[in-house]
């Protein structure tokens, strides 16, 4: 993988490189850890919420799912896809 430091997960989700993509949800978290802290908690719809704030203090709010589906949180009931 080419060198590629994580800043701010909002803006950078769409050049994160494609093979990070294809990593099973717990490999991309874990890499996600070099970069920032990485907090996880159960939602009703019985995913999981993600929050990554990144050393900058910058912070994402996301949904990763276990088949690679990503959706970030941009308010109050509204989420946008990411990845597909």
């Known amino acids: 993988m080419r060198p590629f ?6 803006s950078q989700a769409d050049c994160i490189p494609p ?8 490999r991309v978290l874990n890499w996600m850890r070099q970069f920032g802290e990485v907090r996880e908690w159960p939602l009703p ?6 929050q990554f ?3 900058t203090g910058l912070t994402t709010t996301f949904v990763l799912t276990e088949d690679g589906k990503l959706s970030i949180h ?11």
């Open 5 to 10: 430091i994580l800043l701010d997960f909002y």
């Open 19 to 26: 093979e990070v993509r294809t990593w099973p949800r717990h």
């Open 45 to 50: 719809s019985g995913e999981t919420a993600v």
């Open 53 to 55: 704030r990144a050393l």
């Open 74 to 84: 941009l308010g109050e009931h509204t989420m946008l896809a990411v990845w597909n």
